[in-house]
């Protein structure tokens, strides 16, 4: 019986030095061009002018705006999708109820329509043309072209990153927790709070962290939807395309360099939960 | 407090989970509910919980109605097979969790609170894991502190969904033992589900036997072993071998197999019931049956030796089982590969289509 498995490992694809050498080599070689190379690139040309270029570029008014608004947009849409992921995963996870199957899919369509075309549908309806746009034209409300369209597309986007890390935990969880929290007479928020969300900690700051990168980095559904007024509806991806288009490369690069970044803390972020993640799980 | 079911059904889509059903559970009684799976035995204990609602009727705890009370408020104990311990808490905090979360009117102080998970501790004899969290226990330590937790608002009525199924064979009769002189002297009611036979007979006053969501018969575990009222019973409690035997000249025929009638018989077809223990084995046929079986395993099985045997020239669904006392098998022991002929002492009858029992002797 041993010796059988020992042949079988021998047979494994991968095993032989040469095959897994090149496989390693082919891998990292790829990274490099692919990832690595122009990662480096973006900092190399931002700081091409020098730093003093870099440092004014990035404190001019209009970038200024481009970074404050980002934020803005991020500080708004990650507690939006934090709430409503939470009630989405809950709801498919915990009651049965028809249409339950088709919910779950249906939450993944922000993944699989292109964002410039979930852009144009925002604008289709709200819109000052749009069906709910004049309507809402007529109250002396607009929301295309302004901030808060921004926001509706960017918490459109990123509204599956919650709800999917959380899922498959909380199924496979089950309720019995739940069940035995409640049989022992806590409150629905006693609940929530003592129970579910310790369960769900780790997923929840991943989703979380996921909502956030996507939030900052978004292009397509903001660009349709913002109308890249300078100094107004710009934010920082919109903006280091017209930073570029205006042929100032090294100002574009170094607000690109700011997203860059904020990526790059967001995954060495990423990482840390998980290090913590499998630290408590192996403690536990 | 006495527990009162009233014609209590439920439906899972189209699958009819429990047909109207109704049982009388005394104060202080320990009630086993035992079936195969899909009986209906955890949906009735949930909804005794208040975790499902039944489609049709009435829930008493005491003289009180609970049928529309929320879980919460049924303030039933609840043990789950898989413990549900609350995995990011201690110890002591998962046993804590019931009285923490009462309103601050009813809330005992933390001292107090405290005072009680170490009594509670104590009591299921845990009190040094009380720093420890969930995952750094056993399997056995995890259900006593599923049950301390269950007990530690002092609940009337203590539920358990198949405690004991998740255990190796050792820890689950030493817990069995536990959990019934726990029982006596605390003097709540309980149920729990099982599939075990021997547990349900072991552990309860009194066995409620089920299938298809039906409950097939309430007895206390002596009188459900010696008359089981119905197939299904005889069948479930185990270790009964069937013959099915066609009259022909007073006897009951099954190919070339045969077994006389004992005296007073009636003369029908029909299925005779034999449990493992009640044979004996010759090398011949006898006077009473020429019943031959070729042994294909040997096993000992505590005080006994387990013979399995299948038919030699007649006809059984399943394999037949012999208990013997070593004594027996010592004296005149068989091998694998061997045809014997047994001879059954006591058996029970079912006429075709008949649902009570006719016990037969000879």
């Known amino acids: 019986m041993s010796s059988k498995k020992h042949t079988a490992s021998q047979l494994r694809v991968g095993d032989r030095p040469w095959v897994k050498r090149s496989l390693i080599g082919l891998t990292l070689f790829l990274t490099t061009i692919l990832l690595v190379v122009p990662l480096i690139a973006i900092f190399q040309q931002a700081f091409v002018k020098g730093a003093g270029h870099y440092f004014t570029s990035l404190l001019e008014a209009d970038t200024l705006h481009a970074i404050g608004l980002t934020l803005l947009v991020a500080a708004l849409t990650v507690p939006v999708n934090l709430v409503f992921g939470v009630m989405l995963a809950w709801s498919v996870t915990r009651f049965e109820f028809p249409g339950r199957k088709l919910l779950m899919t249906l939450m993944d369509i922000p993944f699989a329509v292109s964002p410039v075309v979930a852009g144009l549908l925002y604008l289709l309806l709200y819109g000052n043309n749009g069906w709910i746009g004049s309507w809402l034209y007529e109250q002396d409300i607009q929301l295309m072209f302004a901030w808060p369209g921004i926001v509706m597309v960017t918490v459109f986007v990123t509204c599956p990153f919650v709800a999917r890390e959380l899922i498959p935990l909380m199924q496979q969880q089950g309720r019995e927790d739940e069940e035995a929290a409640v049989i022992l007479g806590a409150s629905g928020w006693q609940l929530f709070r003592r129970v579910t969300l310790p369960n769900i900690k780790w997923a929840l700051i991943y989703g979380v962290i996921l909502t956030n990168a996507r939030a900052v980095g978004e292009f397509g559904a903001v660009s349709v939807v913002s109308g890249n007024i300078r100094g107004e509806t710009n934010t920082l991806p919109l903006h280091v395309q017209l930073q570029y288009e205006d042929y100032q490369a090294a100002a574009a690069f170094a607000s690109a360099s700011l997203l860059a970044l904020i990526a790059l803390l967001t995954l060495l972020f990423k990482a840390f939960i998980e290090w913590r993640q499998e630290r408590q799980e192996t403690t536990l | ?362």
């Open chain 2, 1 to 362: 407090m006495s527990i009162l079911i009233e014609h209590i059904s439920k439906t899972f889509g189209q699958f009819q989970a429990l047909s109207p059903l109704s049982l009388d559970i005394q104060e202080g009684e320990m009630i086993g509910l035992l079936g195969p799976s899909g009986s209906g035995k955890t949906t009735l204990l949930r909804i005794i919980a208040g975790l499902e609602g039944a489609d049709t009727g009435r829930i008493q705890f005491g003289d009180r109605d609970v049928t529309n009370l929320h879980v919460r408020d049924r303030r039933v104990g609840f043990v789950f097979q898989n413990y549900a311990l609350f995995r990011h808490m201690t110890v002591a905090d998962n046993v804590a969790f019931g009285l923490d979360v009462l309103p601050r009117k009813e809330r005992p102080s933390p001292s107090e609170i405290k005072k009680r998970v170490m009594h509670l501790l104590d009591m299921v004899q845990l009190a040094h894991l009380a720093n420890r969290f969930p995952s750094q226990l056993s399997g056995g330590q995890k259900q006593r502190i599923a049950l301390a937790r269950a007990l530690a608002t002092q609940p009337e009525v203590l539920l358990l969904d198949e405690p004991f199924g998740a255990l190796d064979a050792k820890v689950r009769k030493e817990l069995r033992r536990w959990l019934r002189g726990l029982h006596d002297e605390l003097g709540f009611t309980s149920v729990f589900v099982t599939h075990d036979q021997e547990e349900a007979l072991e552990l309860s006053d009194r066995v409620v036997v089920m299938s298809n969501g039906h409950i097939e018969q309430v007895d206390q575990p002596g009188a459900l072993y010696a008359s089981p009222n119905s197939r299904f019973v005889f069948d479930f409690l185990g270790n009964a071998n069937v013959f099915e035997g066609k009259i022909e000249n007073g006897q009951w025929r099954n190919e070339q197999a045969h077994i006389v009638l004992p005296k007073g018989a009636a003369q029908q077809n029909g299925q005779l019931y034999v449990r493992s223990h009640e044979f004996t084995v010759s090398e011949t046929a006898t006077d009473q049956a020429n019943l031959p079986l070729k042994v294909v395993a040997i096993n000992p099985i505590g005080a006994e030796v387990r013979l399995e045997l299948s038919p030699v020239g007649w006809h059984s669904k399943d394999i037949w089982e012999m208990d013997l006392p070593h004594k027996v098998f010592d004296k005149k022991p068989v091998e694998k590969g061997q045809t014997v002929f047994v001879t059954p002492k006591a058996g029970y009858f079912f006429a075709q289509d008949a649902k009570q029992a006719e016990p037969l002797h000879w």
